[in-house]
C-alpha cells in the first residue's frame, strides 16, 4: 500500500498584482500582473454571513453566503510606484508621492504561491479587491536592528462577471503543468468543464 505523505504550507513567495479593468455582466478584463515585492506574510481571511431557519421548536434550514474577504500582506517594502498604483496616490515628475484626500484605490487582483513541505507549490490568485492605506510606523535604532515592513490591507469580494472570488491550483496535478507556467503572465481565464460525449 502507498504510503500517504502529510504535506504541509511551509512558505511563501512572489507577491504580483494586476489592475482590473473591466467586470461586469458581459466579462472581466486586467492588466498585465506586475511583481509587487517578495513576500513575508499573507492573510486570507473570507467572511461567511450565515442564517438558520427555525420551524417545528427547532433548527431545519442553515444557508451561507460569502461577504468581504479581508486581505493583509506584509512585504519588506512598497515602491512609490507601486503605492501610487495600488493606492490612487500620485507620482509627480520630480519623484515625489502626494497623497490626497480624494484618492481612490483602483480594484486589483492579488497573486502569489505557496511552497508546501514536500517541494510542491500552491498558486493563488486572489481576482478582485481594493487596498487601503497602509499604517506606518518607525522606531529609531536601538542597539539591535529591527525590521521595521509596511503591512497593507485590503478588502477583496467575488467577481461581477461571475461570482468567482479565488484561483488556486496545485503543482502536484499534473493538469495543471500548463496553467502554472504561466500563473503570473496574465490573470487565468476559467475554463468550462467539457461535458462528456454519451
Known sequence: MPENKARVPVGLQDIYYAICTKDDKEGVE????????????????PTI???????????????????????EIGIPDISYEDYAILLGSR?????MLIDNADDQAPEVALGYKRTMSDGSVRYVWLLKGKFQLPTEEATTKQGEISFQ????TG????????????????????????????????????????????
Open 91 to 95: 507620482l509627480n515628475s520630480k519623484g
Open 49 to 71: 454571513n450565515s442564517a438558520t431557519l427555525n420551524a417545528n421548536d427547532g433548527p431545519i434550514l442553515t444557508a451561507n453566503s460569502l461577504g468581504e474577504i479581508n486581505v
Open 155 to 198: 478588502k477583496f469580494l467575488k467577481r461581477i462577471y461571475d461570482g468567482n472570488w479565488r484561483f488556486r491550483a496545485d503543482s502536484k496535478n499534473p493538469e495543471t503543468a500548463d496553467l502554472i507556467a504561466s500563473w503570473f503572465d496574465a490573470v487565468p481565464e476559467d475554463v468550462p468543464d467539457t461535458i462528456p460525449t454519451p
Open 149 to 152: 515592513t509596511p503591512t497593507i
Open 30 to 45: 486586467y492588466s498585465n500582473p506586475k511583481l509587487l515585492a517578495l513576500a513575508i506574510s499573507a492573510n486570507v481571511s
